[in-house]
């Protein structure tokens, strides 16, 4: 069975900090890879894509590691408003474009 | 900005009952996804839809589901006959596969409730 797994959290951290989230996927022949980030009770959004070089967006930085089939992302002087959930998407390979979801890491960023 | 719109934001219904629930994905998008997302619980792949067909479905998508698009602008998911536990947040996606990246487009979701 295909999975994407994620830690659930929550975690909670102060305003400044940098916090890490990784995500485990059990099909090593999946191609692409995401970060989303989901507010609660809203639609999924991209954060970013994950690339096998590593990528980084300002604060955020994903990185892909094949060989131990696992991705991170890490959010450097977190903000209250990256109080969210962050879901690691994994597609299937074949140009199917099946995306199988991890279910989430919660994170809140307090005072 | 183009995006994905859904209708309604939600719907509540008695068990039994059908529901269609609809998207308008973006234009000029070629994948369709409908996905379904339980109050706790993460997103879950129900089908998706390329070229007038279904593409791929998952084990929820049974014979109580079907998908259209009807005029090739709405992209329609239907439940024929409700249950209790078809109570959740479902999302259409569209993809663009021209993109460099899959990334999936979101609409803002459809909340049903059963009762």
């Known amino acids: 069975r295909k999975e994407v797994e994620q830690d659930p959290g929550p975690f909670n951290v102060p305003e400044g900090a940098t916090v890490a989230f990784n995500c485990t996927y059990s099909?090593?022949?999946?191609?692409?890879f995401f970060w989303y980030r989901q507010d609660c009770r809203k639609e999924p959004k991209l954060l970013m894509s994950?690339?096998?070089s590593g990528n980084e967006d300002g604060r955020f930085t994903a990185q892909l590691n094949r060989a131990s089939q696992y991705i991170s992302l890490l959010i450097r002087d977190s903000k209250l408003s990256d109080s969210a959930t962050y879901l690691c998407v994994v597609n299937s390979p074949g140009g199917s474009y099946i995306p199988t979801f991890g279910r989430g890491t919660s994170l809140i960023v307090h005072p | 900005e183009p995006e994905v719109t859904q209708t309604p934001s939600h719907q509540v219904t008695q068990m039994g009952q059908e529901v269609i629930l609809r998207c308008v994905p973006i234009?000029?998008?070629?994948?369709f996804y409908w996905y379904r997302q339980i109050l706790g619980q993460k997103v879950e792949f129900l089908v998706s839809?390329?070229?007038?067909?279904?593409?791929?479905k998952s084990e929820i998508f049974d014979d109580q589901f079907s998908v259209e698009r009807p005029d090739g602008s709405n992209f329609t998911l239907k439940i024929r006959s409700t249950k209790l536990e078809d109570s959740a947040m479902y999302f259409c996606?569209?993809?663009?596969?021209?993109?460099?990246?899959?990334?999936?487009?979101f609409g803002p979701g459809t909340r049903l409730t059963v009762l």
């Open positions: 839809f390329y070229n007038n067909e279904i593409s791929e």
């Open positions: 099909n090593s022949a999946s191609q692409s």
């Open positions: 996606a569209s993809i663009d596969p021209g993109q460099a990246s899959d990334e999936q487009f």
């Open positions: 994950v690339y096998s």
């Open positions: 234009s000029n998008h070629l994948y």
